[in-house]
């Protein structure tokens, strides 16, 4: 029996909890969204086959969706966002948690695992980077123009920002799953001011100034589109050369929206991750 928990920590943070209920040990995953996005930026089919196999914790960080939304942009970091997630997972009474960082949020998770290293089971690092030295940045213009997206309406300004993330094919042939995420994100749309502080969050997110990947005492799985035109994959290359242990999985065909892109091979990976004894 699955029990779904939807509900806020003491300090706002608006999160669920996807738990089975059947007796038997199964690992936790926490999942941290990236940019601009919130719980309702996740593809529901990939949650739903995820879960299979997993329990999950999944949030909405500070200034989105139905957390707390700071007023000061300089108070959306990913030390501050890393510090939500702890408490969270001291919350729900979560010793320790597999994370998944996507994107941003895999900076957040880097910093949870630099700040709070007795969390963390496994890290999984999507489609992300280390920042400083290890950062390999997108063509020209491109950060600009995801954090001021063109169009008039939200669905324009939406299918701009999901433009530089996949490729015209992919926005075409998963449509419907595109049309579902706007949907539930208009909901709660997050706030310009989101945008602004979680892009300075980002550009000055250095992973080689908080941790020493020789004293790391759990594994390290890094995931990547090779065509990501958003977040290059030599970002991954060059994570997977500063985590010396850290397990590499490559998508091809697979731009910034691996869950969606290529949502089997994601899946066929994690599960890798969390039960590497029968990989």
Request: aromatic fraction near 10%; hydrophobic fraction near 40%; include cysteine.
């Amino acid at each position: 029996m699955m029990q779904k928990r939807d509900d806020k920590t003491p300090q706002g943070l608006h999160y669920q909890y996807w738990r089975q209920m059947d007796g038997g040990s199964r690992p936790v995953l926490t999942l941290i969204m990236g940019y601009s996005g919130s719980i309702a930026s996740w593809a529901s089919d990939f949650l739903e086959e995820l879960f299979t196999f997993t329990d999950l914790i999944l949030m909405d960080n500070r200034g989105t969706g139905y957390s707390f939304h700071p007023e000061q942009v300089d108070e959306i970091t990913t030390e501050a966002m890393a510090r939500d997630t702890e408490a969270l997972l001291v919350h729900l009474g979560v010793e320790h948690s597999h994370i998944l960082g996507y994107s941003l949020g895999g900076c957040i998770a880097q910093h949870l695992a630099a700040l709070f290293p007795h969390r963390i089971q496994g890290l999984i690092l999507l489609a992300t980077t280390g920042g400083g030295r290890l950062y390999v940045p997108p063509a020209p213009g491109f950060l600009e123009r995801l954090q001021s997206p063109e169009g008039q309406t939200p669905w324009e300004m939406a299918l701009s920002m999901w433009s530089l993330c996949a490729s015209q094919r992919a926005i075409q042939d998963y449509r419907d799953i595109f049309a579902m995420i706007h949907e539930r994100q208009m909901q709660k749309p997050t706030p310009r001011r989101t945008f602004a502080g979680q892009m300075k969050a980002f550009r000055s997110f250095r992973v080689e100034d908080l941790i020493n990947p020789l004293q790391l005492k759990f594994p390290v799985t890094i995931i990547s589109g090779k065509d990501d035109r958003l977040m290059p994959h030599g970002n991954s290359l060059k994570l997977n050369e500063f985590y010396p242990e850290s397990v590499l999985f490559e998508l091809d065909a697979c731009e910034h929206l691996p869950y969606i892109e290529q949502k089997l091979e994601l899946l066929i990976a994690l599960r890798e991750c969390l039960f590497p004894q029968h990989s």
